[in-house]
């Protein structure tokens, strides 16, 4: 329900958005070579981490690791939990997938170090700029790259992706490979359509918190990362408005008795999980008045095998999720640039 019409209209999507999505997908022959040299090598756990975006970026490779994988074993972690915590699987056995946009986020460079020093193969995911390199490309075994300082979700969580899905076919673990991966080829026409297709649930939202003092986002399974990355460091980071992820399991152990008196938005893939997301749903339609949902299903994805749209819906969740935050920024009069701390304190 919205309280009036959006009259703002947000940043134009980026020029560089579809080249940048086709340089990250262009890169799954080397993830697969990766996967089975390690795979080769005797490779019994996977990590995957980051901070703030990144991190969120591992759950869809996570929840594929962990739906298909008997081994090898796989955790995704910030890179703060790998630096604080005694891992009994950081050994020689072990690949790193770590990403960073400039590739000198100072905890994921120190995880990494730290995993190189116990013998572990890392991949590094990071921001390339032409002439010149980054601590993480000099650290990393291999560099999964992209050349965008704008368009930086998506690619990020595509090659998380890659990687889980090279891991799983070395090892044997990956059912109809061959049309997992003509998923993935599709994904630039896919998600450029997610974004452009979102628009009408943009505004909506846009809004519905215009004036919120809160927002509540809920998500499942691998769309859960999406939920933390819109609430914490699209809503709360770069538009400085209160926000919080719920995950949409626990919704009705104790959150829903409060979280309707503010906006929800609930996110909706078309994964296992997906039943969740709808009990949300059908709950907030009868009892809320302020709500809305992102669903994977409103997205044409194609190219996208129908057989192969749960496997990429969290991507296409979390490339239209950050595009919310253009209409809502637009709307609410908020430079998207602007820091309190972040990047202008020690800390």
Not at 62 to 74: F, G, I, K, S, T
Not at 141 to 160: G, M, N, Q, R, W
Request: charged share 20%; aromatic share 8%; hydrophobic share 45%.
């Amino acid at each position: 329900m919205s309280s009036s019409v959006v009259t703002v209209d947000p940043v134009p999507l980026a020029a560089d958005l579809t080249p940048t999505l086709e340089h990250a997908v262009a890169q799954s022959g080397a993830a697969r070579k990766l996967a089975a040299r390690v795979v080769e090598r005797g490779l019994r756990t996977v990590y995957f981490i980051g901070c703030g975006g990144s991190y969120y970026s591992t759950f869809p490779a996570q929840d594929l690791m962990e739906r298909y994988a008997h081994a090898p074993a796989a955790h995704r972690m910030t890179a703060g939990e790998m630096i604080h915590r005694d891992l009994a699987g950081l050994d020689e056995s072990a690949l790193v997938i770590a990403s960073s946009h400039s590739g000198a986020t100072p905890e994921t460079l120190e995880a990494v170090r730290l995993a190189k020093k116990a013998g572990a193969t890392v991949a590094g995911i990071a921001r390339s700029v032409p002439g010149q390199s980054s601590p993480l490309a000099d650290e990393a075994d291999a560099l999964f790259d992209y050349p965008s300082d704008v368009t930086v979700t998506e690619p990020k969580a595509i090659h998380f992706t890659q990687l889980a899905l090279a891991v799983l076919e070395a090892s044997g673990s990956l059912p109809n490979a061959e049309e997992a991966w003509q998923a993935v080829a599709a994904i630039p026409r896919a998600l450029t359509a997610a974004k452009q297709e979102v628009t009408p649930l943009g505004r909506e939202v846009a809004a519905q918190w215009r004036d919120a003092r809160l927002v509540y986002v809920l998500g499942a399974g691998p769309n859960f990362g999406a939920a933390n990355a819109l609430a914490a460091c699209y809503l709360q980071e770069m538009n400085w408005l209160h926000a919080s992820a719920v995950n949409a399991g626990d919704f009705f152990h104790g959150p829903f008795e409060i979280v309707g008196q503010h906006p929800v938005l609930i996110l909706n893939g078309e994964d296992e999980t997906r039943a969740m997301g709808e009990r949300a749903v059908t709950f907030a339609e009868r009892y809320y008045d302020t709500w809305a949902v992102l669903d994977s299903k409103d997205f044409t994805l194609p190219g996208v095998p129908e057989a192969q749209r749960g496997l990429i819906s969290p991507l296409a969740v979390a490339s239209a999720s950050r595009r919310l935050l253009d209409f809502c920024a637009a709307e609410r009069g908020h430079n998207t640039a602007q820091r309190r701390y972040m990047y202008r304190v020690a800390y």
